[in-house]
């Protein structure tokens, strides 16, 4: 089964931007997507970005659309989330997973890493 190492989270200021960086053990399966997704403190944990290996092609969260950017390194078998204009709403643990189910509910995902912290103060 494949491994999901995230990294790149920390503490900055709103306004600021941060980039994230989850590392595959191995390419996963082309024919699903991979995921970011979040957890706010006290929340349940959210979507906030796919991109499929196959074609690129990418969706977003209506709350970060514009500011968030997901991409892929496919040499690297590494996955990125570019976080622009942050927010302190933005403030949660960020996960990488592969996008298994058909949905947009924690249970559509699977092959979790173990997240990174990102805080943005105001």
């Known amino acids: 089964q494949v491994q999901l190492e995230e990294s790149g989270g920390g503490l900055v200021q709103a306004g600021d931007s941060l980039r994230l960086s989850c590392a595959a053990s191995?390419?996963?399966?082309?024919?699903?997507?991979m995921a970011w997704l979040r957890q706010p403190p006290g929340k349940e944990r959210e979507f906030v970005a796919a991109?499929?290996?196959?074609?690129?092609?990418?969706n977003y969260a209506d709350s970060v659309k514009g500011r968030f950017t997901i991409s892929t390194d496919n040499a690297k078998n590494t996955m990125y989330l570019q976080m622009n204009s942050l927010k302190p709403e933005d403030t949660a643990v960020y996960f990488c997973?592969?996008?298994w189910g058909s949905g947009y509910r924690k249970a559509d995902f699977g092959s979790w890493g173990q997240g990174t912290q990102v805080t943005v103060s105001s």
């Open positions: 997973a592969i996008k």
């Open positions: 191995r390419r996963p399966y082309s024919s699903y997507p």
């Open positions: 991109i499929s290996w196959k074609d690129g092609s990418t």
